[in-house]
């Protein structure tokens, strides 16, 4: 089984709907949680960095991070075509493991106009 | 403009060729990574660097070399003895270990 397991989709919605995207994870020493945008053929670019439990807003995509359950959440509001990409979550323990990050296998998402 | 650049973009290369890929950030950040990118998959860790002239073993070091003699730059050289090369290959870096991670444009090498 996984370190960290991401339901692949794909997932496609309409524009402006609310998109849900979920990690779950086994390692219970992790406490960074990182969310990246991965458009094709490029590098990931990073969108949400928190640290433990609790939520975190940057505009239309907020971040949960609920370590009882060990599952992470990222959601986008008022989705838009440009949306559209591949969402990987990535998990690390910080210096106690050197900084070594696990990610998920990525869920492709499709915004339709 | 700060960033990581990697070149070069598309690589090719014959079986039994060693080939080296570049890797350079002026972001000022003393951690730099390679990690390696399967379709359909996350990421994996090859090689790290927490500072100069200091490197180590990712999860899938094999077949894998690196250097870091300068801040800057962390060239990754993918030899012979990797057995499955073809694969789209992402550089990294962060102010240190314990820091969020920037990721390069990325090189993806076929193997001919």
């Known amino acids: 089984q996984k370190e960290v397991e991401q339901d692949p989709g794909p997932l496609s919605v309409p524009e402006g709907a609310i998109v849900s995207l979920n990690c779950t994870y086994s390692n219970s020493a992790f406490q960074y949680f990182m969310w990246y945008r991965q458009y094709s053929r490029k590098g990931p670019e990073l969108l949400m960095y928190t640290y433990s439990s609790g939520n975190k807003e940057d505009g239309r995509f907020t971040a949960q991070v609920d370590k009882s359950s060990k599952y992470i959440s990222l959601f986008i509001r008022d989705s838009q075509p440009s949306d559209s990409a591949t969402y990987l979550c990535a998990m690390s323990e910080g210096l106690t493991n050197a900084g070594k990050s696990t990610f998920g296998d990525g869920t492709t998402l499709t915004v339709k106009p | 403009d700060g960033g990581i650049t990697q070149s070069p973009k598309y690589l090719f290369r014959k079986e039994g060729q060693n080939v080296t890929l570049s890797c350079e950030q002026n972001l000022n950040h003393d951690a730099m990574y390679w990690y390696r990118q399967d379709p359909g998959q996350g990421l994996r860790l090859i090689y790290y660097?927490?500072?100069?002239?200091?490197?180590q073993k990712g999860d899938i070091a094999e077949g894998y070399s690196v250097s870091r003699e300068k801040k800057e730059s962390f060239p990754l050289t993918v030899t012979s003895a990797q057995k499955n090369p073809t694969a789209f290959y992402l550089c990294a870096s962060s102010i240190d270990l314990s820091n969020e991670q920037f990721f390069g444009p990325g090189t993806r090498l076929t193997v001919l």
């Open positions: 660097s927490q500072i100069v002239n200091d490197f």
